[in-house]
């Protein structure tokens, strides 16, 4: 088991550089192997999800080589399999990509049900649903997915609910579909451009990614190419939080501000400074913040991601608070753990009510999901004194090198390896 040993109370101050967005180059993978020819994928985050998925892309057959820790090539011409293993895919969500692509590509694909943090229910109904518009025939058993097609055809797809997964699916598979199909209540997050930029790139034509409409005429073949992929939107808003909740002084670098307008404007309003620049964002606070309402939305509202982070800057901040969950009904595991620092927080259906306390105590803090881990690492770094935060391979999913770009800051943060039944204190 790894764990974070932590001292808190300081100020953190510096700089951090913002690592590629997992959740694109999670899409941006998957299309990848579409391509018949050499893929080139700069800006590429090393964090476990990642690399899972570029175990399950190699072990059916597609040729990767890591040119160095964030560069990566893909050659899909060698696949020679379109079942993706169950070993595989029960470990992050996002391996459900590769039905998309392979049933763009093949025609055929099947993968076992997706994995990934336990924060609610997210069916995937409405990546079927897309892919049986295209023609496909779509079925469940024992635990996998199955899509084949022997002729994919363009139409006309509205998607009940807003789904980032699904806009990316469907948009692979039908980026090699014959004709125009229009996909109707899409999401809208930079990552879905982010993935529609990638596959254009390819020689796909997609248009409208980012807007509520997205149109895609198929193509018979994709070529290869190289692609950077954008800044972690996520990560940066991370870093930002964690600023305004130490009182500290952080400049992000490579960021793209306008995905980050949500989060920004939230801080702002409880009492932050942020300064925004071409590629970087400073975020400095001096004083106890005061409460606020935050209530999730889709792009370009603020993100269910941050929800967890907000919520460590709440639970300090001067008057009352309120948080509205309205995208994943278990997003507020990580309630019970503020509690053990002394959280005045009171959770019913999706609103979470938050009474500030001036001073939190540490705590031995035990990760629930991706999120709520950087959401307590975030409070045990504002809370004077030894902290324990456990079971960070679910932080470890989405952010790469956290502790190396806290310590960096000031941060006096250890990860360790504890065998069960033994804790070693390195401080002690």
């Known amino acids: 088991m790894e764990q974070y040993v932590i001292y808190g109370g300081k100020s953190l101050a510096g700089e951090v550089t913002i690592s590629?967005?997992?959740?694109?180059a999670l899409g941006i993978l998957a299309?990848?192997?579409?391509?018949?020819?050499?893929?080139?994928?700069?800006?590429?985050p090393d964090v476990s999800d990642i690399n899972v998925l570029l175990e399950a892309i190699s072990a059916i057959g597609a040729v990767v080589e890591r040119v160095d820790r964030h560069t990566v090539r893909i050659n899909g011409s060698t696949i020679h399999s379109e079942l993706v293993d169950y070993d595989y895919i029960q470990k992050i969500r996002a391996s459900y990509y590769l039905l998309g692509a392979l049933l763009g590509k093949r025609g055929n694909a099947t993968v076992a049900l997706p994995g990934g943090c336990d924060i609610g229910a997210r069916p995937i109904d409405q990546h079927l649903k897309g892919f049986r518009a295209?023609?496909?025939?779509?079925?469940?058993?024992?635990?996998?997915?199955?899509?084949?097609?022997?002729h994919l055809k363009g139409s006309h797809i509205f998607l009940d609910i807003v789904s980032v997964g699904a806009t990316i699916n469907i948009m692979m598979a039908a980026a090699m579909a014959e004709g125009q199909t229009i996909i109707e209540n899409v999401a809208k997050e930079p990552h879905i451009v982010d993935v529609a930029n990638f596959l254009n790139s390819l020689g796909a034509n997609i248009k409208g990614a980012g807007t509520d409409v997205i149109r895609i005429r198929g193509v018979q073949?994709?070529?290869?190419?190289?692609?950077?992929?954008?800044?972690?939107?996520?990560?940066?808003?991370?870093?930002?939080c964690l600023a305004a909740a130490t009182r500290g002084d952080i400049l992000l670098k490579n960021v793209i501000p306008k995905h980050l307008e949500a989060i920004s404007a939230k801080l702002v309003e409880v009492g932050a400074e942020v300064n925004e620049y071409d590629d970087s964002v400073r975020v400095c606070c001096s004083h106890r913040l005061t409460g606020s309402t935050v209530k999730t939305r889709v792009y370009p509202g603020f993100p269910t991601d941050m929800q967890p982070q907000m919520a460590a800057i709440l639970m300090l901040a001067e008057g009352t608070s309120y948080i509205h969950e309205t995208i994943f009904e278990s997003r507020f595991k990580y309630v019970g753990e503020l509690r053990k620092m002394?959280?005045?927080?009171?959770?019913?259906?999706?609103?979470?009510?938050?009474?500030?306390?001036?001073?939190?105590?540490?705590?031995?803090?035990?990760?629930?999901?991706?999120?709520?881990?950087?959401?307590?690492?975030?409070?045990?770094?504002?809370t004077e004194g030894k902290s324990t935060v456990t079971d960070i391979e679910y932080i470890e999913r989405g952010y790469e090198n956290f502790d190396e770009k806290l310590r960096a800051l000031g941060a006096t943060i250890e990860r360790q390896t504890v065998t069960p039944g033994r804790r070693k204190n390195k401080f002690a």
């Open 134 to 150: 295209l023609g496909a025939t779509v079925t469940t058993e024992n635990g996998f997915v199955h899509a084949k097609a022997n």
């Open 342 to 382: 002394g959280a005045v927080i009171k959770v019913e259906s999706s609103v979470a009510m938050i009474e500030g306390i001036e001073k939190s105590s540490p705590a031995i803090l035990k990760t629930p999901d991706l999120r709520a881990g950087a959401a307590l690492t975030i409070a045990a770094l504002a």
């Open 31 to 44: 299309g990848a192997i579409m391509c018949d020819e050499t893929v080139t994928i700069e800006n590429l």
């Open 221 to 240: 073949k994709l070529h290869g190419n190289t692609y950077s992929i954008i800044p972690d939107q996520i990560e940066a808003g991370t870093f930002m």
């Open 20 to 24: 590629g967005a997992k959740n694109a």
